[in-house]
Structures are given as structure tokens and as C-alpha cells.
Antibody, heavy 123, light 108 residues
Framework: EVQLVESGGGLVQPGGSLRLSCAASGFTFSSYEMNWVRQAPGRGLEWVSYIDSSGSTMYHADSVKGRFTISRDNAKSSLHLQMNSLRAEDTAFYYC????????????????WGQGTTVTVSS | EIVLTQSPGTLSLSPGERATLSCRASQSVSSNYLAWYQQKPGQAPRLLIFGASSRATGIPDRISGSGSGTDFTLTVSRLEPEDFAVYYCQQYGSSPFTFGQGTKLEIK
């Protein structure tokens, strides 16, 4: 079964750090681009970070640039998000999501999502 | 940054009716990089449409996508009870890979 399972969320004080992980199974992890997407309570989806299949190209949203770092370990089929200098506005549910390239159309879609992990930044 | 604006914010319809959701981009988006997602309370988002008009695996044909350039549309031709949810469009062509703010489809 194709699956993504996030972990590492929790309660942290402003200015603190957390490292989220996403364990992939049921597919060849090293062949896929991956993303982190978050959702603040009662709000919409916000894309956070992207990493290509080899781990050589990363992008981050302006709201987290310089504070968050996405990485992956293809040997362990795992995705990570190192979050430093956390702020109250980083409080959200964090999802990891697989991006699939559909060769017949040349299109992309985030077709597999984890169930998410909660990050709460509060004193 | 490409801003995606979805309208309406909330759409109130009855089962069996047709729903038309709009996603307008602040600059042109390649159709290959425009997707639609459905999210129900307490659940992760689910991919409905990729490439503006291709249905993802398991998505019924009453759900369709269309559009190009800056204007994209998601249509649900005959609403079923399970279709009432929040819908998001997203562009994946230019970082940051922005989402629209969502359209809530609610039962009238």
C-alpha cells in the first residue's frame, strides 16, 4: 500500500526548533518529488517546501525561507523538515505530499498525502 | 508569486445540481501545472484533477476540469452528498507553488 506517515510534531515555544519526518512506503521514494504543505487551524492550504527526487533542488515559501529546511534520505525513504526560529504563525497541521509526473500528459499532481502532524508554537 | 483567486468563497447547492468553481491566476499558468484538490473535515486533501483537465485515479466522470492561461474551472455535473467539501486549486509550475484560498461547497 502506498503510504506517507508524518511524525515529529508537538508543542514548542516561540524561537524553538522541531524536525518533522515523513516515512514513505509502497513506492519507489527516490523517483518522486516531495512537498510539505501546512494548514493553520480553520484556514486553507499553504505550500511550504519542495524537494526534487535527488535532493539537489529545494524551494521554500517566503514565509519560512531561512528558517525551514527540507531534506530527504532516499536510502531510508524518508522526508524531513527542519524548522528553526518557530513563530506562533507556524502553528498548523503539516502534511507531506508526493508529486507525481504523469508522462502521458506532462502534468503534475500531488497524488499521495500523509495524515499530517500537528505543530503548535506557544509559550 | 502567482496568486490564485477562487470564487465563489462559498457555494450553496442541492444534491443533483451542477456546481461550477472558478480559479483565476494573477499570471498565466501552464495547464500542465494546474491541479484541483478536495478536502473534507478531518481529512487530508485528495487530488481530483491534474493538468487542468485530467481526472486522478478513482475520480468519477461527473467531476471535470477545464481552462487555460489564467482562467480555470472545476465542474461537478450532478452533486452527490459526498461532494460537499472544500475545493482548492494549485499551481505547480512556478515556485512558490501556491494554492487558492478555497471554495466551500455546502448543502443548501
Amino acid at each position: 500500500e502506498v503510504q506517507l506517515v508524518e511524525s515529529g510534531g508537538g508543542l514548542v515555544q516561540p524561537g524553538g526548533s522541531l524536525r518533522l519526518s515523513c516515512a514513505a512506503s509502497g513506492f519507489t521514494f527516490s523517483s518522486y518529488e516531495m512537498n510539505w504543505v501546512r494548514q493553520a487551524p480553520g484556514r486553507g492550504l499553504e505550500w511550504v517546501s519542495y524537494i526534487d527526487s535527488s535532493g539537489s533542488t529545494m524551494y521554500h515559501a517566503d514565509s519560512v525561507k531561512g528558517r525551514f529546511t527540507i531534506s530527504r534520505d532516499n536510502a531510508k525513504s524518508s522526508l524531513h523538515l527542519q524548522m528553526n526560529s518557530l513563530r506562533a504563525e507556524d502553528t498548523a497541521f503539516y502534511y507531506c505530499a508526493r508529486a507525481t509526473y504523469y508522462h502521458d500528459t506532462g502534468a503534475y499532481g500531488m497524488d499521495v498525502w500523509g495524515q499530517g502532524t500537528t505543530v503548535t508554537v506557544s509559550s | 508569486e502567482i496568486v490564485l483567486t477562487q470564487s465563489p468563497g462559498t457555494l450553496s447547492l442541492s444534491p443533483g445540481e451542477r456546481a461550477t468553481l472558478s480559479c483565476r491566476a494573477s499570471q498565466s499558468v501552464s495547464s500542465n501545472y494546474l491541479a484541483w484538490y478536495q478536502q473534507k473535515p478531518g481529512q487530508a486533501p485528495r487530488l481530483l484533477i491534474f493538468g487542468a483537465s485530467s481526472r486522478a485515479t478513482g475520480i468519477p466522470d461527473r467531476i471535470s476540469g477545464s481552462g487555460s492561461g489564467t482562467d480555470f474551472t472545476l465542474t461537478v455535473s450532478r452533486l452527490e452528498p459526498e461532494d460537499f467539501a472544500v475545493y482548492y486549486c494549485q499551481q505547480y509550475g512556478s515556485s512558490p507553488f501556491t494554492f487558492g484560498q478555497g471554495t466551500k461547497l455546502e448543502i443548501k
